[in-house]
């Protein structure tokens, strides 16, 4: 998230009720780029190479 969110954030007063609708959505796109993350570093994960060896 960017800076320009939070100045947004601080500038509104407590009894703003815009205040807590973008504070709902802050937290959503906070979720979102984890979840999103989360994904990504599925996709990267390296898998352990397996090789056959011989039958005993």
């Given at each position: 998230?960017d800076d320009?969110?939070?100045?947004?954030l601080?500038?509104?007063s407590?009894?703003?009720?815009?205040?807590?609708?973008?504070l709902?959505?802050?937290?959503?796109?906070?979720?979102?780029?984890?979840?999103?993350?989360?994904?990504?570093?599925?996709?990267?994960?390296?898998?352990?190479?397996?090789e056959a060896?011989?039958?005993?």
């Open positions: 998230m320009t969110y939070f100045k947004q601080r500038k509104m407590y009894e703003d009720e815009m205040r807590y609708r973008l709902i959505r802050g937290v959503k796109q906070i979720l979102v780029e984890k979840k999103e993350e989360g994904l990504l570093k599925k996709l990267f994960r390296r898998k352990k190479h397996i060896k011989a039958w005993k």
